[in-house]
Structures are given as structure tokens and as C-alpha cells.
């Protein structure tokens, strides 16, 4: 070890990194100093031509009506704050390879000097990350950057009375998501929206759950013939684009015409003589719409887990059951004991995707019947969940854009806020073997 190399800091070399690619030269990697300096050489063109420009007007949105157009600067604003998050996270990434750079030249190993031996060190070690890290700049632009562009819109002034570049927008803060509480046609549609969607959810989610679960259980029973063909049966509503079912469902509850007044209800009615069912007004009484919604997404949700039931119905051990009956266990006994824990052993994140999926199934409340029937204020129908009420929102012919963005990121919120709850209680994230 050299008395030069016993004198080399790490620290140094890690604060000169914060102009990319000196930490490097002072380690005596030439080629790779070098090619970070053009880096940084980027850095500062892009942050002088473009970045603070895109910086100015997201913090302004604009000082002149007609020139400036206040959504394009928001937008390129959120793209520039990405982009200096990019930034940030290459810089970190440098200064720590020059801090276990320097650590490795003051214990005497050998580093990678020439371009070669730089080239060669990057695909030994560093090879996943070349493969990973577009993936991640693509997730950045395409998920990160629409979020963080709703997130903005949610404190502005974003509405029919506010359209670019005619009018500029400006930040109002929290003031959309004090409407939500504090005017009455908003507190009023939110909170019962709000409502209808957490029972659509609950009731619409777990009865396609208890459907497949069941449906899966009778069917690999042993004194069940023609399985295969019950399966196929079974996977038809899943076979058919749920645009097309909706569409028929809909002709299917018509009030006046639609099979189930005019052909299943009577045909029910015939076994069950005391009842008298009437026209019952599936697309004109809320409350009937609502059940027809529960019972067509019920249709439509269950093969998915019938499926995946089924497959770990055959994968349950025999001598489960055989131990069970020995022990002389009933047929609910089995189930509560043996087959219902194997089940959410396995299927339990999967059923709380399917929750999360209908807190947002948009198709089936616009399709059916436009989220009707009614209003209950602000825009909203009777019928419509949080995310066709955004779509309202946006698309009526005095839209709320800021509102909407609002609403949005709550609904997120409640999404993720509850999503890490039940997967954390089911250990959905643990991976390790235990």
C-alpha cells in the first residue's frame, strides 16, 4: 500500500461528486470522470434552456392571457420536477461510487482505470441496473408524471369559468378540497357517492368472491360428472367482453320489455304462487338499479375466481380430507378448517385486488344505465361510484377539472390507505421464507 493511497479520502471524493465526475478524476478514473463531466454538461444546458423556464411558469402558470397557456406550463413544470429527481438520484448514485471508490484505492484494492477496465466493471456489476433502470425512467414518465400532474391540478382553479390560455389558472391551495365539506351540492354528492361506492364495493366484490368460491367448490366435488363442461359454462361470461354484457344487461333489466319482468320474474312466480313481483323498475328506482349493478357485476366477476379456486382446490392435499373424515369432521368442518385457510393462504391478495378493482369499476356503472337514475347533486347520478362521477366531472358542459383532480387523489388515498392495511394483515409483501 503507497503512503498516496493511505492519504486518500473518501469523503472528498465524495463531495467533489457533487459536480459529476470530479469525485472520479480524483480517483484516477479518467474515462469515467470524463464521461460523467459530459453528463453534467447536460445537466446544465437542459437546467438553463429548459429547466428554470419550466420552473417559472409552474410556480406562475403564466402572466398573460392568450400568450401563455397555464395547463402547458403546469405540465411542463411536473416533467422538469421528474427530470430534477432523475438528476438527484444520478448524482447520489455517483457520489457513492466514488466514496467506495476511494474506500477500495485506500485499502489497496484494485479499481477500474482505463475505458476497458470501466466497461468491463459495468457489465460484471452492474448489468441488472442496465436492464432495470429504463423500466424505471418508463414507470417515472408514465405513472409518476400524470399523477403528479393531477396532484397540481387539484390546487388550482382549473374549471369552465378558468380554460387556457383564454384564462390563466391560478393556485388556490386547499380550497377544492374545502368545497368538498363545505358547499352543501358537493358535501352532499360526495358524501353520498361516497357511500354508494364503499357498499358497490363491499356487496358487488364479495358476491362474485362467494359465487367463484362456491361455484369452484361443487364443481370439483367426486360425484360431479361433466366437469369439463360445466368449466367451459362457467368461463363464457369471462369469455365475452364485459362491453357487450353490460350493453345486453342493460336491455335485460328494461322496465317495460326486458327479459327478467317479462320472462324470469313470471317464470319465478309460477314455483312461487304467493309472490307477485311485478314490474319491478330496474332503470327508473335507484335502489333497484343498485341491485341490478350488484347482481350483473356478481355475473360478470365470478369465473376470474372460480379459476383460480379451482386451482387450488386440486392442489389441497387428499389426505387432508381423509384425516378430517377419520376424525369424523363435518362437511362444514372441512371447509371452515381445511379448505376455506388453504384458500386465502393463497387467494387472499388476489380477493382484495378484486375490491380495489370495483372501488373503481368504471365500464359497468356508465354503461348500464349513465350512472342513473336521478341526481343526488353536483353532478352526479344515483348510481355513479367516485370515478364515473370524475368522469361527470370533467365531461359535463360546466366541467370542474380542479374538482376532479380532488376528488381523484382522495380516492387514492382511500385505495392505497386501505390496500396496504389488508395486504400487510395478510402478509401479501412477505416474500421470505418462513
Given at each position: 500500500?503507497?503512503?498516496?493511497?493511505?492519504?486518500?479520502?473518501?469523503?472528498?471524493?465524495?463531495?467533489?461528486?457533487?459536480?459529476?465526475?470530479?469525485?472520479?478524476?480524483?480517483?484516477?478514473?479518467?474515462?469515467?470522470?470524463?464521461?460523467?463531466?459530459?453528463?453534467?454538461?447536460?445537466?446544465?444546458?437542459?437546467?438553463?434552456?429548459?429547466?428554470?423556464?419550466?420552473?417559472?411558469?409552474?410556480?406562475?402558470?403564466?402572466?398573460?392571457?392568450?400568450?401563455?397557456?397555464?395547463?402547458?406550463?403546469?405540465?411542463?413544470?411536473?416533467?422538469?420536477?421528474?427530470?430534477?429527481?432523475?438528476?438527484?438520484?444520478?448524482?447520489?448514485?455517483?457520489?457513492?461510487?466514488?466514496?467506495?471508490?476511494?474506500?477500495?484505492?485506500?485499502?489497496?484494492?484494485?479499481?477500474?482505470i482505463t475505458a476497458k477496465e470501466t466497461l468491463n466493471s459495468i457489465y460484471e456489476n452492474g448489468f441488472p441496473y442496465l436492464l432495470t433502470i429504463p423500466a424505471y425512467l418508463a414507470m417515472a414518465f408514465a405513472i409518476v408524471f400524470p399523477v403528479m400532474v393531477t396532484l397540481f391540478i387539484a390546487f388550482t382553479n382549473y374549471d369552465f369559468k378558468h380554460?387556457?390560455?383564454?384564462?390563466?389558472?391560478?393556485?388556490?391551495?386547499?380550497?377544492?378540497?374545502?368545497?368538498?365539506?363545505?358547499?352543501?351540492?358537493?358535501?352532499?354528492?360526495?358524501?353520498?357517492?361516497?357511500?354508494?361506492?364503499?357498499?358497490?364495493t363491499m356487496l358487488a366484490s364479495t358476491l362474485q368472491i362467494v359465487i367463484g368460491v362456491a361455484t369452484a367448490i361443487i364443481a370439483n366435488q367426486p360425484f360431479i360428472k361433466f366437469k369439463r363442461i360445466f368449466g367451459v359454462i362457467f368461463l363464457l361470461p369471462w369469455a365475452v367482453p364485459a362491453f357487450i354484457s353490460i350493453m345486453s344487461f342493460g336491455?335485460?333489466?328494461?322496465?317495460?320489455?326486458?327479459?327478467?319482468?317479462?320472462?324470469?320474474?313470471?317464470?319465478?312466480?309460477?314455483?312461487?304462487?304467493?309472490?307477485?313481483?311485478?314490474?319491478?323498475?330496474?332503470?327508473?328506482?335507484?335502489?333497484?338499479?343498485?341491485?341490478?349493478?350488484?347482481?350483473?357485476?356478481?355475473?360478470?366477476?365470478?369465473?376470474?375466481?372460480?379459476?383460480?379456486?379451482?386451482?387450488?382446490?386440486?392442489?389441497?392435499?387428499?389426505?387432508?380430507?381423509?384425516?378430517?373424515?377419520?376424525?369424523?369432521?363435518?362437511?362444514?368442518?372441512?371447509?371452515?378448517?381445511?379448505?376455506?385457510?388453504?384458500?386465502?393462504?393463497?387467494?387472499?391478495?388476489?380477493?382484495?385486488?378484486?375490491?380495489?378493482?370495483?372501488?373503481?369499476?368504471?365500464?359497468?356503472?356508465?354503461?348500464?344505465?349513465?350512472?342513473?337514475?336521478?341526481?343526488?347533486?353536483?353532478?352526479?347520478?344515483?348510481?355513479?361510484?367516485?370515478?364515473?362521477?370524475?368522469?361527470?366531472?370533467?365531461?359535463?358542459?360546466?366541467?370542474?377539472?380542479?374538482?376532479?383532480?380532488?376528488?381523484?387523489?382522495?380516492?387514492?388515498?382511500?385505495?392505497?390507505?386501505?390496500?396496504?392495511?389488508?395486504?400487510?394483515?395478510?402478509?401479501?409483501?412477505?416474500?421470505?421464507?418462513?
Open positions: 500500500m503507497t503512503n498516496d493511497s493511505q492519504h486518500h479520502s473518501p469523503k472528498k471524493a465524495m463531495w467533489l461528486s457533487l459536480i459529476l465526475g470530479l469525485g472520479q478524476l480524483y480517483n484516477g478514473q479518467k474515462a469515467k470522470g470524463l464521461m460523467l463531466l459530459g453528463v453534467f454538461a447536460l445537466e446544465m444546458i437542459e437546467i438553463l434552456t429548459f429547466g428554470i423556464p419550466a420552473i417559472q411558469g409552474l410556480i406562475t402558470l403564466g402572466t398573460t392571457p392568450v400568450v401563455d397557456h397555464s395547463l402547458f406550463l403546469l405540465i411542463k413544470g411536473s416533467m422538469q420536477l421528474i427530470i430534477f429527481i432523475v438528476m438527484a438520484f444520478i448524482h447520489v448514485a455517483t457520489m457513492r461510487d466514488a466514496y467506495q471508490t476511494a474506500h477500495s484505492i485506500r485499502d489497496g484494492f484494485k479499481v477500474p380554460i387556457p390560455p383564454q384564462r390563466l389558472l391560478d393556485w388556490i391551495g386547499f380550497k377544492n378540497f374545502i368545497n368538498i365539506v363545505k358547499l352543501s351540492t358537493f358535501r352532499k354528492a360526495f358524501s353520498s357517492v361516497l357511500t354508494w361506492t364503499l357498499i358497490w336491455n335485460f333489466f328494461n322496465d317495460s320489455i326486458g327479459a327478467m319482468n317479462m320472462q324470469v320474474l313470471p317464470f319465478i312466480e309460477k314455483f312461487i304462487p304467493f309472490v307477485d313481483f311485478g314490474l319491478i323498475p330496474w332503470k327508473t328506482d335507484p335502489f333497484w338499479t343498485k341491485v341490478a349493478v350488484i347482481m350483473v357485476q356478481g355475473w360478470l366477476g365470478f369465473p376470474y375466481v372460480y379459476i383460480l379456486v379451482s386451482g387450488i382446490l386440486q392442489s389441497i392435499p387428499a389426505d387432508l380430507y381423509e384425516a378430517a373424515i377419520i376424525d369424523g369432521a363435518t362437511a362444514w368442518q372441512k371447509f371452515w378448517k381445511i379448505t376455506l385457510p388453504m384458500i386465502l393462504a393463497v387467494a387472499a391478495p388476489t380477493f382484495i385486488s378484486q375490491y380495489t378493482f370495483n372501488f373503481n369499476n368504471f365500464s359497468i356503472i356508465y354503461l348500464f344505465n349513465n350512472g342513473g337514475p336521478g341526481s343526488v347533486g353536483g353532478g352526479a347520478g344515483a348510481t355513479d361510484i367516485l370515478i364515473s362521477w370524475i368522469y361527470k366531472l370533467t365531461t359535463q358542459t360546466s366541467p370542474q377539472f380542479s374538482m376532479a383532480s380532488a376528488v381523484t387523489l382522495i380516492i387514492s388515498l382511500i385505495v392505497i390507505s386501505v390496500s396496504l392495511v389488508t395486504f400487510k394483515k395478510f402478509n401479501a409483501f412477505n416474500m421470505e421464507d418462513r
